[in-house]
């Protein structure tokens, strides 16, 4: 009886294509630091991303002054038919990526650390 290892192993020393990835990250890397050099609000950025949880009445304030969905979306009904909606803006917003990431840190926080229920918050 003859074991699939033998067979698989012989097979798979004669399939190593190994793609030549460097010129791609390369690429990549010059893009990033291109749009890195023009970014004004970086320093913004940095200074949201940096800021430290270290209490609950802070994660509290912050869970309650960014709302959990966005609050601009509406739909206009007239007579109960819809006749306008107004899509979401939040994602032009420049800094949004960094002001979801503070309030995900702060349920976080409230939930990993202090134990509390932040089904309240979502």
Do not use: H
């Amino acid at each position: 009886m003859s074991n699939v290892s033998n067979y698989t192993g012989k097979k798979f020393l004669f399939c190593g294509w190994k793609p030549n990835t460097t010129q791609k990250v390369t690429n990549i890397n010059k893009t990033f630091y291109r749009e890195q050099n023009f970014d004004l609000l970086r320093p913004l950025r940095r200074w949201l991303d940096s800021i430290e949880i270290d209490g609950p009445k802070l994660a509290r304030n912050i869970c309650e002054m960014i709302p959990a969905q966005c609050p601009f979306e509406r739909e206009i009904k007239f007579f109960g038919i819809t006749v306008l909606r107004i899509p979401p803006l939040c994602k032009l917003n420049p800094l949004y990526n960094e002001v979801v990431a503070l309030r995900f840190r702060a349920i976080c926080y409230l939930a990993d650390k202090c134990g509390e229920d932040v089904s309240a918050y979502c």
